[in-house]
T-cell receptor, first 116, second 112 residues
Framework: ETGVTQTPRHLVMGMTNKKSLKCEQH?????MYWYKQSAKKPLELMFVYSLEERVENNSVPSRFSPECPNSSHLFLHLHTLQPEDSALYLCASSQEAGGSWTGELFFGEGSRLTVL | SQQGEEDPQALSIQEGENATMNCSYK?????LQWYRQNSGRGLVHLIL?????REKHSGRLRVTLDTSKKSSSLLITASRAADTASYFCATIHNTNAGKSTFGDGTTLTVKP
């Protein structure tokens, strides 16, 4: 296993379903992120976890619920989504030390979500 | 807004030519980074330039940073068809710990 792994790569769900996206990083990093990438829009930062604590929550609707059980795993729980939530969801990790954020991100391949 | 803005939005060149992409941002930064994304895939980090640096090289990549103009450029020399991808700049500053803010990206097409 290398880098950052995301599963599933593709997900189709109805608006009433509950599903989860999973991310695992094998780089020994201490920070993990969820980004949303929609067509013709810049990447939107959704959540940041540093040392397993959420440090950033960018006004994301409550139908998205993150979970970081340890520094290697990150989940995004999805429920009652809307069609406009269809996008590529990217997980990333980074190693931050001494309060200094270099910001170099290592991304997974993404989970392509389609909400019907 | 801290958001970077790249231009052009799309660039099409012949193999062997150089490709230049620009990024502008609005507030002071700690560093600026360039990423590449192949269609439908994750982003790959290319190069980081700190606010006290003016130019950086990595292989066929050359990045410049002008903090007075709040702009950066990415030059890819001797382009190859495999360079076809979207390129994004991302800015970060310590007051927004962990928050890389991405631009809209430049889509580069290199024709063989």
């Amino acid at each position: 296993e290398t880098g950052v792994t995301q599963t599933p790569r593709h997900l189709v769900m109805g608006m009433t379903n509950k599903k989860s996206l999973k991310c695992e990083q094998h780089l020994g990093h201490n920070a993990m992120y969820w980004y949303k990438q929609s067509a013709k829009k810049p990447l939107e930062l959704m959540f940041v976890y540093s040392l397993e604590e959420r440090v950033e929550n960018n006004s994301v609707p409550s139908r998205f619920s993150p979970e970081c059980p340890n520094s290697s795993h990150l989940f995004l729980h999805l429920h009652t989504l809307q069609p406009e939530d269809s996008a590529l969801y990217l997980c990333a990790s980074s190693q931050e030390a001494g309060g200094s954020w270099t910001g170099e991100l290592f991304f997974g391949e993404g989970s392509r979500l389609t909400v019907l | 807004s801290q958001q970077g803005e790249e231009d052009p939005q799309a660039l099409s060149i012949q193999e062997g030519e150089n490709a230049t992409m620009n990024c502008s941002y609005k507030t002071s930064i700690n560093n600026l980074q360039w990423y590449r994304q192949n269609s439908g895939r994750g982003l790959v980090h290319l190069i980081l330039i700190r606010s006290n640096e003016r130019e950086k090289h990595s292989g066929r990549l050359r990045v410049t940073l002008d903090t007075s103009k709040k702009s950066s450029s990415l030059l890819i020399t001797a382009s190859r068809a495999a360079d076809t991808a979207s390129y994004f700049c991302a800015t970060i500053h310590n007051t927004n710990a962990g928050k890389s803010t991405f631009g809209d990206g430049t889509t580069l097409t290199v024709k063989p």
